[in-house]
């Protein structure tokens, strides 16, 4: 199983079909994960930043509701 660390690169999308989003991995607590948005280097972070969980991130994109998560690469 892929493991969910920062500064990991992942693409997001809210809907299917929307165009995928850029988003990196700031940082993990138990079950909670931070991202920022890759896509608006000039917003602060306060509009850039949001949180999810790992299961919605890691569970497949059939069936399902609400954002899209895939794994792009880890940290260089």
Do not use: C
């Amino acid at each position: 199983m892929l493991s969910i660390r920062p500064r990991q690169n992942w693409k997001r999308r809210s809907i299917a079909g929307a165009p995928w989003r850029p988003v990196e991995v700031v940082n993990t607590a138990g079950d909670a994960v931070e991202l920022r948005f890759l896509d608006m280097p000039d917003a602060p972070d306060l509009e850039r930043v949001f949180s999810t969980n790992r299961q919605q991130m890691l569970l497949g994109t059939e069936h399902r509701q609400g954002p899209e998560y895939e794994f792009v690469r880890d940290a260089d």
